[in-house]
């Protein structure tokens, strides 16, 4: 009897184990925590900088933008002097209206885009196809390959430069509380292919996103509706 019940025990538990194993053999699901983190912080910067008219972007620039893109905690890199590192996303008009949320990386660049602190949040005003065309690229540099100037900052335009108003792409920065428009002279920026994975599940191209009709994460709902909020 006794050896009936040991049987019995160690049938269970090597059917126990092999379930187990079987558990422990299946693809574990990817994990977007931080991809939903900078989703959640980007559409938070969006509702900050423009919450103060008087400081922000200016709404005839918002409506005008062919695509946006924001960077939410650029942060020093250590291995160069004035390095920056950044990922964020980029959200693009397309036929349908706003596309969805398309994964960005932004390295290096000069101290110019650094206002003071250790943190600074990046954005993008991409006002022409030529940009977009250039933005949508797997990598372009800053004033190399696309012309980039601060933003001017205020309710409206009008006082914006000539070189301003002609260039493919206006750059903005927020550090400490500081918001102005900066140079991003050097810095590079390309598709975030980690990024796009966790939204959509598998890799796909800045360019399949914002030309196709990608059912954005629920995560990026807050992003999306500043970003419509503000730019029509």
Same mark, same amino acid.
């Given at each position: 009897?006794?050896?009936?019940?040991?049987?019995?025990?160690?049938?269970?538990?090597?059917?126990?184990?092999?379930?187990? *194993?079987?558990?422990?053999?299946?693809?574990? =699901? =990817?994990?977007?925590?931080?991809?939903?983190?900078?989703?959640?912080?980007?559409?938070?910067?969006?509702?900050?900088?423009?919450?103060?008219?008087?400081?922000?972007?200016?709404?005839?620039?918002?409506?005008?933008?062919?695509?946006?893109?924001?960077?939410?905690?650029?942060?020093?890199?250590?291995?160069?002097?004035?390095?920056?590192?950044?990922?964020?996303?980029?959200?693009?008009?397309?036929?349908?209206?706003?596309?969805?949320? *398309?994964?960005?990386?932004?390295?290096?660049?000069?101290?110019?885009?650094?206002?003071?602190?250790?943190?600074?949040?990046?954005?993008?005003?991409?006002?022409?196809?030529?940009?977009?065309?250039?933005?949508?690229?797997?990598?372009?540099?800053?004033?190399?390959?696309?012309?980039?100037?601060?933003?001017?900052?205020?309710?409206?335009?009008?006082?914006?430069?000539?070189?301003?108003?002609?260039?493919?792409?206006?750059?903005? @920065?927020?550090?400490?509380?500081?918001?102005?428009?900066?140079?991003?002279?050097?810095?590079?920026?390309?598709?975030?292919?980690?990024?796009?994975?966790?939204?959509?599940?598998?890799?796909? @191209?800045?360019?399949?996103?914002?030309?196709?009709?990608?059912?954005? =994460?629920?995560?990026?709902?807050?992003?999306?509706?500043?970003?419509?909020?503000?730019?029509?």
């Amino acid at each position: 009897m006794l050896k009936k019940r040991l049987g019995l025990i160690a049938i269970v538990s090597l059917a126990n184990v092999l379930v187990c *194993a079987q558990i422990l053999a299946l693809p574990l =699901p =990817p994990d977007t925590s931080d991809t939903d983190k900078r989703l959640k912080a980007a559409a938070e910067v969006m509702t900050e900088i423009m919450s103060a008219p008087d400081k922000g972007i200016p709404q005839d620039l918002m409506k005008k933008a062919a695509c946006i893109a924001i960077v939410p905690s650029v942060k020093k890199a250590a291995f160069v002097v004035g390095g920056k590192y950044g990922r964020g996303f980029m959200v693009c008009r397309n036929d349908n209206g706003w596309a969805s949320p *398309a994964g960005v990386r932004i390295e290096g660049g000069s101290v110019g885009f650094q206002i003071g602190g250790s943190e600074t949040d990046v954005v993008m005003l991409v006002m022409n196809k030529d940009g977009v065309n250039k933005l949508l690229s797997n990598k372009f540099t800053f004033g190399a390959d696309a012309s980039a100037t601060a933003g001017p900052v205020g309710r409206s335009s009008s006082a914006a430069t000539d070189a301003q108003m002609h260039a493919q792409i206006l750059t903005y @920065s927020r550090s400490r509380g500081l918001f102005a428009g900066v140079s991003l002279e050097g810095a590079t920026l390309r598709t975030d292919d980690d990024a796009n994975k966790d939204m959509y599940g598998k890799t796909t @191209s800045n360019k399949d996103i914002v030309s196709g009709n990608l059912k954005a =994460p629920a995560s990026a709902d807050s992003l999306l509706a500043e970003v419509k909020k503000h730019a029509g």
